[in-house]
Nanobody
């Protein structure tokens, strides 16, 4: 139903900023709740942030709250992750994910198993 492709990853110094994009090829992007997850080498994939299909509700992991912002532009079939005040601990592969949420427009999802579609990831490296 939807294909996702992340972009915008790269290397940045601690304290810097980076913006990620996730482009969706699906025909009904506005019906999907979106999320960002990340995975560092040797560690489990973890929740970063989520956004409802309506765009009205958001959630953030405690580790990124106040530093990261998720947003979406349905006209462009894109979800964004703005990352500020980056720390070396933020180094990971970042994945965007989608869950069909047409009947729950204000719901967001924070667990891996709740998402149906995943991108291939983009590497973010924060140097100290």
């Amino acid at each position: 139903q939807v294909q996702l492709a992340e972009s915008g990853g790269g290397l940045v110094q601690a304290g810097g900023s980076l913006g990620l994009s996730c482009a969706a090829s699906g025909r009904t992007f506005s019906r999907y709740a979106m999320g960002w997850f990340r995975q560092a080498p040797g560690k489990e994939r973890e929740f970063v942030t989520a956004l409802s299909s309506s765009g009205a509700s958001t959630a953030y992991a405690d580790s990124v709250k106040g530093r990261f912002t998720i947003s979406r532009d349905n006209a462009k079939n894109t979800v964004y992750l703005q990352m500020n005040s980056l720390k070396p601990e933020d180094t990971a592969v970042y994945y965007c994910a989608a869950r069909y949420s047409y009947y729950s427009a204000n719901s967001y999802y924070t667990r891996l198993a709740e998402y149906n579609y995943w991108g291939q990831g983009t590497q973010v490296t924060v140097s100290s």
